[in-house]
């Protein structure tokens, strides 16, 4: 479901008194590739409600090269969350996540093994209130930066 960070957090209150664990993760998720589809699976797997912050159009801009994003993002927020680990699905305009990570208080944060630790936006907060980051290994040569590439590559 794509949603307003208001409507979740009336659904994240209840969750919190079912006992269920939410995990989140954010991206660009500008062309969605068999790599998302593996990270979000795997995200899943570690709590019952699984939430997805995805860039405004507006945020790519400022965040990755030229040209991006490629699709537009009420698209790329109803792909997203077309995937069946995905439950919830919030757009944010900001550069990183953290407003949507203080307001979430997510129990799990999940980033890709790409990410140091202390690079991870909202680490520290997570851990502070007690919740865990964990690191995702994620498939070699799948990106869309390489999708990209090769689409140019292709064309020379």
Request: hydrophobic share 40%; net charge positive.
């Amino acid at each position: 479901m794509v949603i307003s960070l208001r409507r979740f957090l009336e659904y994240r209150k209840r969750f919190s008194e079912e006992g269920k664990p939410v995990v989140f993760t954010n991206g660009c998720f500008d062309i969605i590739h068999y790599g998302h589809y593996n990270y979000l699976s795997r995200a899943k797997k570690l709590g019952d409600i699984l939430v997805v912050g995805v860039n405004t159009d507006s945020s790519v801009r400022r965040i990755k090269p030229a040209g991006r994003p490629l699709i537009r993002q009420k698209y790329r927020a109803a792909l997203v969350d077309g995937l069946k680990p995905v439950d919830f699905v919030i757009l944010f305009g900001e550069d990183t996540p953290e407003k949507l990570i203080r307001a979430i208080e997510p129990d799990i944060l999940v980033k890709g093994a790409d990410y140091k630790l202390n690079e991870i936006v909202g680490a520290d907060i997570v851990r502070g209130y007690g919740g865990t980051v964990r690191r995702i290994k994620l498939i070699a040569g799948i990106s869309t930066s390489s999708i990209i590439q090769n689409i140019k590559n292709s064309l020379e």
